[in-house]
T-cell receptor, first 114, second 116 residues
Framework: EPEVTQTPSHQVTQMGQEVILRCVPISNHLYFYWYRQILGQKVEFLVSFYNNEISEKSEIFDDQFSVERPDGSNFTLKIRSTKLEDSAMYFC????????????FGPGTRLTVL | GNSVTQMEGPVTLSEEAFLTINCTYTATGYPSLFWYVQYPGEGLQLLLKATKADDKGSNKGFEATYRKETTSFHLEKGSVQVSDSAVYFCALIPPGITGGGNKLTFGTGTQLKVEL
């Protein structure tokens, strides 16, 4: 069964460093998302991506964040200068199309900023 | 704006007990409603969904009915097992097709612990 994969599973970084979180969505899916979950809190939407551009982004997704689909299979989230409060679990999701309304989630990357 | 409210946890039950996790939502029109489950150390998995009023979603013995009149989508299971221990998230996607591809709005999650 096709699945969304994410690497790494756990990333530890120093405050101020850049990190790139990687995701491989399900093949042939058209919509891609990043969500995050700070420990013990709700899952929050960060950004959606369609047709090689950002469709929607939340207030959390400021200038420190960027997304890219560099090669038609990977979908990346970059944080340019990490802050302590960026420590969270980051989930990637993909959806075949708006007609399906079902998003498939990856296992997540736990980001720890020290 | 859109929002989802879930009962706070943790909910602790004995095996074979009846489970209800309450979920209510605020949204205009008829959103699509979902329950996701997160097992320890894993990502989010879709458990069930309903896309219109009075629809019942069901999977693995879990059920939830889309109630427009009470704006609710309560999760139920007749007999829980230890393996059902997880965090359960209620979520919605607003109605209509948007260029954003319909982002999910989640509740805070309810942790379920099932003991022998």
């Amino acid at each position: 069964e096709p699945e969304v994969t994410q690497t790494p599973s756990h990333q530890v970084t120093q405050m101020g460093q850049e990190v790139i979180l990687r995701c491989v969505p399900i093949s042939n899916h058209l919509y891609f998302y990043w969500y995050r979950q700070i420990l013990g809190q709700k899952v929050e939407f960060l950004v959606s991506f369609y047709n090689n551009e950002i469709s929607e982004k939340s207030e959390i997704f400021d200038d420190q964040f960027s997304v890219e689909r560099p090669d038609g299979s990977n979908f990346t989230l970059k944080i340019r200068s990490t802050k302590l409060e960026d420590s969270a679990m980051y989930f990637c999701a993909s959806m075949a199309g708006v007609w399906s309304n079902e998003q498939f989630f990856g296992p997540g990357t736990r980001l720890t900023v020290l | 704006g859109n929002s989802v409210t879930q009962m706070e946890g943790p909910v602790t039950l004995s095996e074979e007990a009846f489970l209800t996790i309450n979920c209510t939502y605020t949204a205009t029109g008829y959103p699509s409603l979902f329950w996701y489950v997160q097992y320890p150390g894993e990502g989010l998995q879709l458990l069930l969904k309903a896309t219109k009023a009075d629809d019942k979603g069901s999977n693995k013995g879990f059920e939830a009915t889309y109630r427009k009149e009470t704006t609710s989508f309560h999760l139920e299971k007749g007999s829980v097992q230890v393996s059902d221990s997880a965090v359960y998230f209620c979520a919605l996607i607003p109605p209509g097709i948007t260029g954003g591809g319909n982002k999910l709005t989640f509740g805070t999650g309810t942790q379920l612990k099932v003991e022998l």
